[in-house]
């Protein structure tokens, strides 16, 4: 059994629950950071619709992204971190600084905790936001290779937060990190099963198609990944040699319009989508609306931009198999309705 200790920041989050389910399942010993220690119980309550197994592995610290405070002690003694944490907003900030300035100070407190304690590697989680977006619209497939231009107009708060966290890092790791180590992981739209209530925006999507408050389907498309292999995928470049300063983007396959998910749910909830609309919202309709809706506003520039993406790097460099996004979907819609969620 391995008895490497490995921290996870921000457990109450989707992703992170899973890369702790997997690291335990896996006999790593566990520490994850809340920011309140009376979140704790909601943590194990998670874990235990997720039936994983060695709980008395995992262990907690409370550190914020806002403060120096509490992240030399969480690290301590840690071969290994996986900094998952950072804010994703239902709803745009009042002020981009409100997601940018966390995400990016956040990273670098936990790098700067992570190389004083002699951690051996970080692996970040980024996002397709820092690849895909501020460019004009092309066939090829983004890889990693490719950065958001934070400059272009349209480019929401949360791409340039996550852009210039990541940027951020690899600055660090390259003029500060001493000896530790960085990967990154940049995932699509992450979807799967949730084991609670604090689940993802993207779970949220979801969860609006099935209770039927999405009537009709803007016109946009984006890549999809399921969030078992975006922490399994975390899990490959935290112990691989070859993943030692290198991205890594996590997307199942081709991309999808949200009416491919609608009609994913469709096939597969049965009784459960029969709200879940049929159609698509024309696109000067979305305009319209975007005029009045902050929301609307940041769907707007993508209407009809499907943007690929290519999994290549991570299945040759990593071994790594992703499920379908056609599992991706229906198992989220599962989760959402074993866990008494869903409106009916």
């Known amino acids: ?8 920041t921000g457990g109450t989050g989707f992703v992170a629950i899973h890369c702790i389910d997997q690291l335990l399942r896996a006999g790593y010993n566990v520490r994850t950071t809340v920011r309140s220690l009376t979140r704790e119980a909601e943590v194990r309550d998670m874990l235990k619709n997720a039936g994983t197994l060695r709980q008395e592995a995992l262990t907690f610290a409370e550190a914020n992204l806002t403060h120096d405070r509490g992240w030399p002690e969480a690290v301590i003694g840690c071969r290994f971190v996986l900094h998952v944490a950072s804010p994703f907003p239902a709803s745009a900030p009042k002020h981009e600084d409100d997601l940018i ?3 990016r100070e956040g990273a670098l407190r936990v790098l700067r905790a992570a190389r004083d304690a002699g951690v051996e590697r970080v692996v970040l989680t980024s996002s397709f936001a820092a690849i895909g977006y501020g460019h004009k619209p092309q066939t090829a497939p983004f890889d990693e290779t490719t950065w958001t231009n934070v400059d272009a107009p349209g480019v929401s708060a949360y791409a340039k937060s996550k852009t210039l966290a990541e940027l951020a890092a690899w600055d660090f790791i390259k003029h500060e990190g001493g000896n530790l180590e960085l990967s990154v992981v940049n995932p699509v739209g992450v979807f799967g099963p949730t084991f609670g209530s604090d689940y993802s925006t ?3 999507i979801i969860h609006r198609l099935l209770d039927g408050a999405v009537p009709v389907c803007p016109r946009i498309g984006f890549g999809a990944v399921d969030v078992r292999d ?3 995928l975390h899990l490959r470049a935290m112990t691989n040699p070859a993943a030692r300063g290198e991205r890594f983007l996590a997307v199942a396959g081709k991309s999808i319009s949200l009416l491919d998910v609608a009609g994913v749910l469709k096939t597969h909830m049965g009784a459960l989508a029969h709200r879940v609309p049929t159609r698509e919202l024309p696109d000067w309709v979305v305009r319209v609306f975007a005029l009045f809706i902050p929301d609307m506003k940041a769907i707007a520039p ?3 931009n ?20 056609e599992e991706a ?11 008494g969620l869903l409106k009916n």
């Open 329 to 339: 979907i229906t198992a989220s819609g599962e989760s959402l309705a074993r866990l």
């Open 306 to 325: 499907r943007k690929n993406v290519s999994n290549e790097k991570a299945k040759r460099v990593l071994d790594w198999v992703p499920r379908s996004n």
């Open 202 to 204: 993207s779970i949220l």
């Open 1 to 8: 059994m391995n008895q490497d200790f490995v921290l996870v």
């Open 101 to 103: 300035t966390p995400a």
């Open 230 to 232: 975006v922490a399994d």
């Open 302 to 304: 993508e209407l009809g």
